[in-house]
C-alpha cells in the first residue's frame, strides 16, 4: 500500500494535527474531531456547521474561516460524524443567533446531524437545517434515498457564509443557502477507483480502459460504465446532464472539480471543454473554479456543478473568504 500515512487507524487524527500546526488561525480539537474558527463565536453572527466523512479534503475542514464555515466535523473516512461532535462545534460557534447545518444527503450524515439538532436546541442552541442533494447522476444510491450531495456544498457553503458574515438573521441565511442548492446541479465521472487507507485496495472495481458516468463521491455507482472516452466527449455528456435536469435562465458558477487524483493539466483542458458545450448551449458563465474541492481520496475523475446565480448570489459568491482551501478578497 503507497499511501504518506502512520497506520490506518490514526489517518484521521494525523491530519487533525497538521491542520492544527499549519493553521493557527483554526482551532482544532483533535480528540473530538471539530475544527473551529478560532474567533468563534462571532457576536451578533449565525454560526455556520457542516461535515462528513473524510477523504474529501480540502471539503469540509478547509472550509473553515471567515465568510464560510465556522465549524465543521469530521468522521473516519467515508463515515459520517457523530451528533456529539455536531453539538459541540454548534456550542462552540453559537452566538445567540443560531446555527446552521449544512448536511450533505447521505443517509448517515442526514441522520446524525438531525440527532443533533435536536440535543443542540435542548441545551437552547437555535438550529436550522439544509440538505444539499445536487447529484443529477442518480435518483437514489447505496448512500442515499434521494440524490446525493456533492459539489453544490462549497457553493452553498461560501454564499451562506458570506451572508452570515454580514450578519444576516438565521432565517435569511437558511433561505439563501436553500436557494443556492435548489439552483445547483452536479455529475461526476470516475477513471478510477479510490483506495481508503483500511482496504489498502481499490474501493470498486474499474477496469482498465473503462470509466463509470456519473460517480458518487464514495465511489457509488453512476448511470453507466463506457469504454474510455476523450475529455470533448465527457463534457457533452457530464454537462448535457446537468444541463437536462437545471436549464438555467440566468448566468452560472461553474466548479470543475478534480476527484483528487487528477492533475490540474487535466483539468484545466476539461475546463476548456465543459467552456466550450456551455457556449454551445447559450449558457454563459459568471465565475468558473478549478481544483480539487470536493474529493475521493486519490479518485482520478473530475465533476462539473453548476449554480444558476442572480446579482446577489453573485455578490455575496464575490465576496471576501479567508479559508485554508478557498481564499480571496481578503
Not at 500546526?21 to 453572527?45: Q, Y
Not at 441522520?111 to 443529477?136: H, Q, S
Not at 473568504?321 to 481578503?330: D, E, I, N, Q, Y
Request: charged share 20%.
Amino acid at each position: 500500500m503507497r499511501m504518506l500515512i502512520n497506520v490506518a487507524e490514526t489517518v484521521v487524527a494525523d491530519a487533525l494535527r497538521g491542520m492544527a500546526a499549519a493553521h493557527p488561525e483554526l482551532t482544532v480539537d483533535v480528540d473530538n474531531r471539530v475544527i473551529v474558527r478560532r474567533d468563534a463565536p462571532v457576536a451578533g453572527r449565525v454560526g455556520l456547521v457542516s461535515g462528513g466523512g473524510s477523504g474529501h479534503e480540502p471539503l469540509h475542514g478547509g472550509f473553515v474561516g471567515p465568510g464560510m464555515l465556522s465549524a465543521a466535523c469530521p468522521g473516519e473516512v467515508f463515515t459520517s460524524p457523530v451528533p456529539d461532535q455536531m453539538v459541540r462545534a454548534a456550542a462552540a460557534v453559537d452566538s445567540g443567533a443560531g446555527v446552521l447545518f449544512i448536511v450533505k444527503n447521505y443517509t448517515g450524515d442526514v441522520l446524525n446531524f438531525d440527532m443533533a439538532a435536536e440535543l443542540a436546541e435542548d441545551e437552547g442552541i437555535r438550529v436550522a437545517k439544509v440538505l444539499v442533494d445536487d447529484d443529477v447522476a442518480v435518483t437514489d444510491s447505496l448512500y442515499t434515498a434521494g440524490r446525493r450531495g456533492t459539489g453544490a456544498t462549497l457553493f452553498v457553503e461560501k454564499i451562506a457564509g458570506a451572508a452570515a458574515e454580514e450578519g444576516a438573521p438565521l432565517e435569511a441565511v437558511e433561505a439563501l443557502a436553500r436557494q443556492v442548492n435548489e439552483n445547483s446541479r452536479s455529475f461526476g465521472v470516475a477513471l478510477s477507483a479510490c483506495t481508503t487507507p483500511a482496504k489498502g485496495s481499490p474501493t470498486f472495481d474499474l477496469p482498465t480502459g473503462e470509466l463509470e458516468l456519473g460517480v458518487g463521491i464514495h465511489g457509488e455507482p453512476g448511470r453507466e460504465r463506457r469504454a474510455m472516452m476523450t475529455s470533448h466527449e465527457i463534457a457533452d455528456f457530464a454537462v448535457h446532464a446537468v444541463l437536462d435536469d437545471l436549464a438555467p435562465r440566468n448566468p452560472v458558477l461553474l466548479l470543475v472539480n478534480g476527484m483528487g487524483g487528477t492533475p490540474l493539466l487535466e483539468l484545466y483542458g476539461f475546463s476548456a471543454e465543459v467552456q466550450r458545450v456551455l457556449v454551445e448551449r447559450g449558457v454563459p458563465v459568471a465565475r468558473t473554479l478549478v481544483g480539487n474541492y470536493v474529493t475521493s481520496l486519490d479518485m482520478a475523475g473530475a465533476s462539473v456543478t453548476l449554480c444558476q446565480v442572480d446579482e446577489e448570489l453573485l455578490r455575496l459568491w464575490d465576496a471576501p473568504v479567508k479559508t485554508p482551501g478557498l481564499r480571496w478578497g481578503v
